[in-house]
């Protein structure tokens, strides 16, 4: 099968490329060898190539800066899904993408469910929302998988920063009211490939479904986390423990408004592929100790 990563280059992009290998010839361009906010591109690159399964994990994750950049994380968000879509309902292939948890608004204290009403709160959130629902609307065959709170061994993301800043700082503070789970790119390129390969068996498990780690805790609980294990690990810190403060988020405004509630129920995912996902803080022991080699 030959078949199309977009984004290969991201946090889970780069994971996926890795996971998915066997599935066949993969075509993997660039951000430099195809724009992705250019839909003429898009659509003439889809023509030339034809490929037999999309993955897209290219996207606009700069949450803040997309208040401003409005059109531009549209594109990418938003109108890129639409047209991957309707090409893979004109060619009967399937389409998987990634999603998030800021569709939702963050409201109460219990884990959303895929059916639940959505309500961003951001630009972000807004346009990832829009990109699943043009997906949906296609009629094409898709995976859609809503994440949340994105790391990795590589790019940019809150472990590394954590990481750097408890070898220079000698407190922080950190907010402690965003509760949600911690989700390595990894985990989330090799249950792509598990639910990949049940579809290739039982097309019916297409559909919308929830990714993360089981477990939940807050910014302020996953940076004491990373701490404790880099600290196990042997890593010097110049940062106490006791001197990681909890704040609430209105003590850190940023222009993109965050939901507070970013918990997500697993239990559709882990019914449709037969599995228990693993627990957060096993998780950051694994990318932890690959980051640390
Ligand atoms: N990072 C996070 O915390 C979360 C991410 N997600 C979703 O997970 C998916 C993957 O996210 P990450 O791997 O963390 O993202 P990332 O920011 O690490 O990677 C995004 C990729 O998109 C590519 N890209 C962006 N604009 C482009 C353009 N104009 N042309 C070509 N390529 C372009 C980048 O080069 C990069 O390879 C995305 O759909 C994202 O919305 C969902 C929840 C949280």
Redesign the pocket.
């Given at each position: 099968m030959k078949w199309l990563l977009l984004?290969?280059?991201?946090?889970?992009?780069h994971e996926l490329q890795r996971y998915l290998s066997s599935m066949g010839k993969c075509l993997a361009p660039t951000?430099q060898q195809?724009?992705?906010?250019n839909s003429a591109a898009v659509t003439h690159y889809l023509a030339e190539h034809q490929p037999e399964m999309v993955v897209n994990?290219?996207?606009?994750?700069a949450v803040d800066k997309a208040e401003e950049d409005v059109a531009l994380a549209t594109a990418?968000n938003a109108d890129l899904p639409a047209l991957l879509a309707d090409y893979c309902a004109q060619q009967s292939v399937l389409l998987v993408h990634?999603?998030?948890?800021y569709v939702y608004p963050g409201n109460g204290d219990h884990a959303w469910q895929e059916e639940d009403p959505t309500g961003p709160l951001s630009v972000y959130g807004q346009s990832?929302l829009a990109g699943d629902a043009a997906i949906q609307a296609s009629g094409c065959d898709y995976l859609i998988f809503r994440?949340?709170?994105?790391y990795s061994a590589r790019?940019h993301n809150f472990m590394k920063t954590m990481l750097r800043l408890g070898k220079d700082k000698q407190q922080l503070t950190i907010v402690g009211d965003q509760i949600g789970a911690p989700t390595p790119?990894r985990l989330i390129a090799e249950v792509t490939a598990q639910a990949i390969r049940r579809y290739q068996q039982n097309p019916a498990i297409k559909g919308l479904y929830h990714l993360a780690p089981r477990g939940q805790t807050s910014w302020h609980g996953f940076a004491c986390e990373i701490f404790d294990q880099a600290s196990l690990l042997g890593v010097e810190l110049s940062i106490a423990r006791d001197r990681v403060t909890a704040i609430p988020t209105s003590e850190y405004p940023t222009p993109a408004t965050r939901p507070l509630n970013s918990r997500l129920d697993l239990s559709r995912l882990e019914q449709a592929l037969g599995i228990q996902l693993p627990d957060w803080r096993s998780q950051l022991s694994l990318t932890l100790s690959e980051h640390l080699g």
């Open positions: 984004g290969v280059n991201g946090q889970v992009g951000r195809l724009d992705l906010s994990a290219a996207a606009y994750t990418l990634y999603s998030s948890d990832k994440t949340s709170w994105v790019g790119a």
